[in-house]
């Protein structure tokens, strides 16, 4: 504090009280100050009035938008000290302008709003003085500016005391409003400007411990109030922007507040700016209209009103001799785009926010707690904007993990951080957190059904999918529309727990219970197409094809467009032998949607040739949706195809990454979402797009389709006959001999369905991927594992970033080698695995290539080695199983053979091709009862069986 150069002690310590706004020591003060000098009389009816005046004011604070007229009775007491103090003028200039000053005060407080302004023009604010003036003098002149601010909004613009020569023109009078409005934004600019020098003056003096100098310190100070005038001044300004509509100098404004150099009364104000910043950054401007704060505003701006772009000024009309410190530096972050400046805003709110909050359960502290949690509460709402822009929901998640301190029975941020927790792929946790939140909301269904979701698809906890189904189920009529979808839940629960189970009573119970469900869904919910596409789905697992077919129709007749239903009835179609009928709707479905990832595998419909070509398609998509365009790429890959397909003329180069570049490992864009599993099931390909997002919107609802026209598609081409050399040969004749070592037999592809490869990745997030057997999770997870360690021993494994892009190149791979395998050509193919190991050498479906290969090279023990150490990741792969099985038959082995193909049977007891493989073991034993029964059994089931096992299609909310 700058102590001026005739005061004497005692007049320090009044400045110091003054600075401080400690008013209830200022009449002792004055009364020593009396008693001292006899000529400061005047001196003391000055403080006196000041200090009767501001404990008035903080005794009946001033209300926004209100100020009673007339006199009060506690402001004749200062009127009359101002009145004596002014006319007997033996102040010094100095008090003489602050007794003036505080005169208009009075005035504005009384309702004088016109002889305010008096007071005001006969003190000529502009000419007083900053430099030099002591701290409390800096807060008379703010307030000053902000009461004439005040003041001139409250006079009528025709007042004579604003224009004496208003002729009454039009232009005139436009002209006149539009420089008071000026005037009245300048007055409010620099009382916040003035404002902030003093909150900063009077921190620098208080850190300095200026106030030793008193001969009694006395205690610390507390934290300066701000006051009405003060926050009028530093927040009116922006509003009056704003209601101008001059958007450009309004947050012109609110960067200059946020740039000065914070104190401690200011934090709150400061949180409040910075959010009112990000919102109008967020909600009213977009990329091209903004500018950096270091940049000059544009002086022409579309975010600005048109009409009223010709009456504001882009820059400040004023100069002060003084202006408040402002952050400065080198090297500090300045944002470059809305979002960014929007996020950097929100997370030091959200920082303050944290710091600052009011905790305490106690009566006395609930206003204070409330108004702490609405706070934090608008900060975080605008952080979610912020960051579900961007993908950010990991970021999210975790600063709503901070927001828990507030959520003390609040439901609104539990339910903000479970959907945070879900679209950022921790399903474990965000169902703990729905748990809380249907505590706090027992009678809103969409909770326990966003549990469901979760329960049923990446975490498979089909016993707690259920109890939260039954939730939605036992609310009756409380659940409204919603029952039908707790119906729906149930009934997935339970096809999923049908799918899972490994006696074949257990499987018909779970089955008939999900086929009541689905049905009581159709019921309650005619007009839900996924009602009735469940049910069909659930009719065509139990081989009720009929009956399937008439509910798939009724979906597509409620929802023609939704590829689950074009693809379940395409499955329904091959099930009856209609393969061209399902070769149309397969093409139908390619044609609507034809973005998508999809798999044409035509080698039993249209010749080896066609499916390297599909191929090699789906190789030139996978290459340009990941834009992998390195121009050190090898173009290997590409030439294990064309080597098979080089007189097709109509094909056309193509390179594909060298996966020993480092730059190829994190091409994709996708780097915040959860890899995708895709569905593996060769050779009739069906491939599960890569592309979609896990959620369509990070806070969806839990009842939106999964089948919309962005979701996954599913798509198989169907044969409409079986080659002579592929043709199943167990329902006309026994078993072949063994073929010549240049071209071993290939067996019929099994229909069974297997684990998805690398199934470690649909565990983990939200998806739409088909269910596998408990104790595929464990398998997978192994697989996970190796495959990293094997990966990092090796330079050609993929780098860091998402896996789904590479787990659907090996994918591809993988259904070339199959391809090649059917073509007898071991070389191509060993060629084709190589490459889906380089990526993942230990997976279960790599290993079961290898062993194919090795079959097709007359390798009887190898291939037996490669596919026990495929069922060793994972001991449930049917097909791997079976193979194994008829390995072990032509070993000899029948005990081991049969057991082998018994469990097959255990996981999956309508794979026909197993069957048949059992009643050849059993044959060959000599049971020949047995073997009949299995042979029968495959019968029955292949005339029902389709392409591919309808449990590929996803089964989710």
């Given amino acids: 504090m700058t102590a001026r150069k005739s005061g004497s002690r005692l007049e320090t310590e009044i400045e110091r009280c003054r600075s401080e706004c400690q008013w209830d020591k200022i009449p002792e003060l004055v009364r020593q100050l009396s008693a001292k000098l006899i000529s400061n009389d005047d001196l003391g009816e000055l403080l006196l009035a000041e200090c009767k005046l501001q404990t008035y004011l903080k005794e009946n604070p001033i209300k926004q938008g ?5 006199p009060r009775p506690k402001l004749v007491e200062v009127r009359k000290h101002l009145t004596a103090a002014l006319d007997r003028g033996n102040l010094k200039s100095d008090y003489l302008q602050e007794a003036s000053l505080l005169m208009a005060k009075l005035c504005y407080v009384e309702g004088e709003y016109r002889d305010a302004l008096g007071h005001y023009g006969r003190v000529s604010l502009d000419e007083l003085q900053l430099a030099g003036a002591p701290v409390y003098r800096l807060s008379i002149i703010a307030e000053s500016y902000a009461t004439k601010g005040l003041c001139l909004e409250k006079v009528p613009t025709a007042s004579p005391l604003l224009s004496n020569n208003n002729t009454g023109s039009p232009a005139l009078s436009n002209r006149t409003a539009c420089e008071r409005d000026q005037e009245i934004i300048t007055c409010y600019e620099k009382s916040g400007d003035i404002a902030l020098l003093y909150l900063q003056e009077v921190e620098k003096a208080l850190s300095a411990g200026i106030q030793n100098r008193s001969p009694k310190p006395g205690p610390v100070a507390p934290d300066q109030e701000l006051g009405y005038f003060l926050e009028t001044g530093l927040q009116r300004a922006h509003v009056i922007h704003f209601k101008n509509g001059n958007l450009t100098r309004g947050v012109g404004r609110f960067r200059e507040i946020l740039r000065a150099v914070e104190t401690r009364t200011t934090q709150n104000l400061r949180m409040t700016i910075a959010r009112q910043l990000a919102e109008i950054l967020l909600r009213g ?154 505590r706090l909301k027992p009678n809103d269904p969409t909770i326990p059904l966003l549990a469901v979701k979760l329960c049923i698809g990446p975490l498979h906890w089909l016993d707690e999918g259920e109890c ?44 008939r219970k999900a086929l009541g469900a689905f049905q009581r869904a159709q019921s309650l919910s005619p007009t839900d197409h996924l009602a009735s596409f469940y049910l069909a789905l ?13 509910y798939v129709r009724q979906a597509l007749q409620l929802q023609g467009d939704d590829v689950h239903s074009l693809h379940l009835l395409a499955l329904l179609l091959s099930a009856q032998k209609h393969y061209h009928d399902a070769l149309n709707i397969i093409e139908m479905a390619l044609s609507e949607y034809p973005r998508e990832l999809q798999v044409k595998l035509e080698t039993l419909c249209r010749g080896p040739e066609e ?105 198989t081409i169907l044969p409409p006959h079986l080659p002579a050399t592929r043709q199943p040969s167990f329902l006309s004749s026994p078993p072949p001999p063994p073929p010549p070592p240049h071209c071993h037999f290939v067996p019929p592809p099994s229909k069974a369905r297997g684990p998805a490869f690398c199934d470690h990745a649909a565990r983990q997030q939200i998806s739409t991927n088909s269910s596998v057997h408990a104790t595929s999770i464990a398998a997978s997870r192994v697989e996970q594992a190796l495959s990293e360690v094997a990966s990092s021993l090796q330079s050609s494994a993929p780098k860091q970033g998402p896996l789904h892009p590479w787990m659907t190149l090996a994918q591809i791979w993988l259904h070339a080698a199959e391809v090649y395998v059917g073509m007898c050509k071991p070389a191509e193919a060993t060629a084709c695995t190589q490459e889906a190991a380089n990526l993942f050498p230990t997976s279960h479906n790599v290993l079961y290539m290898r062993g194919q290969v090795a079959e097709l090279r007359g390798n009887v023990d190898e291939a037996k080695r490669w596919y026990e150490e495929a069922l060793s990741i994972s001991p449930t792969h049917v097909k791997t199983m079976q193979r194994l099985g008829l390995i072990l038959q032509q070993l000899q082995r029948y005990s081991l053979s049969e057991k082998v193909l018994r469990d097959a049977v255990q996981v999956n007891s309508t794979a026909h091709d197993v069957w048949n493989s059992l009643g050849e073991v059993l044959q060959a034993q000599g049971n020949a009862a047995a073997a009949t029964e299995c042979f029968l059994a495959a019968l029955e089931l292949e005339a029902s069986s389709p392409v591919l096992p309808f449990t590929i299609i996803p089964r989710a909310l």
């Fill in 538 to 550: 659930q009719l065509a697992v139990s081989r009720q094809i009929p009956e399937a077919l008439a």
């Fill in 285 to 438: 401007m977009c990329e091209q209209s903004y500018w950096s704060p270091m940049e000059d505003p544009p002086t022409v701006s579309p975010l600005d009103d048109p009409s009223q772009q010709g009456h504001t000024h882009s820059n400040k009309t004023y100069s002060l001799s003084r202006r408040p410190r402002i952050y400065s530096g080198e090297n500090l972050f300045c944002p470059q785009e809305n979002t960014e400046e929007a996020l950097l805003l929100l997370l030091i709110s959200e920082s303050m926010a944290n710091r600052d909050a009011v905790l305490s359960r106690i009566p006395e502290h609930n206003n204070d707690r409330i108004i702490s949690l609405q706070s934090a509460s608008v900060v975080y709402d605008l952080l979610t904007i912020a960051l579900g822009r961007r993908g950010q929901y990991e970021m999210l998640s975790e600063c709503l993990e901070r927001a828990m301190k507030f959520a003390f029975e609040e439901f609104h941020l539990w339910y903000q951080l479970a959907l945070s927790l879900m679209a950022a792929g921790k399903s474990a946790r965000a169902v703990k957190v729905l748990k809380e939140c249907i």
């Fill in 611 to 715: 499916a390297l070509l599909t191929c090699k398609h789906m190789l030139e998509i996978w290459k340009s949706f990941y834009n992998l365009t390195n121009p050190s790429d090898s173009g290997r890959g590409s030439s294990l195809l064309d080597r098979a397909i080089a007189d097709r003329r109509q094909l056309n180069a193509m390179t594909l990454p060298d996966f020993s570049d480092p730059d190829t490992g994190s091409s994709s864009s996708h780097s915040g979402s959860e890899p995708m599993s895709p569905c593996y099931s060769s050779p009739y390909f069906t491939f599960s797009s890569p592309f979609s997002s896990p959620l369509s919107s990070p806070f969806s609802s839990p009842l939106s389709s999964p089948t919309s026209p962005t979701s996954p598609a599913f798509f």
């Fill in 468 to 511: 939260f189904a039954k939730m939605v189920v036992d609310m009756g009529e409380k659940a409204a529309e919603f029952r039908a979808k707790g119906y729906l839940a149930i009934g997935l629960v339970y096809s999923l727990k049908a799918t899972d189970a490994s006696l074949r009573g257990t499987q018909e119970e779970y089955q």
């Fill in 66 to 70: 209100a100020s009673p007229r007339g």
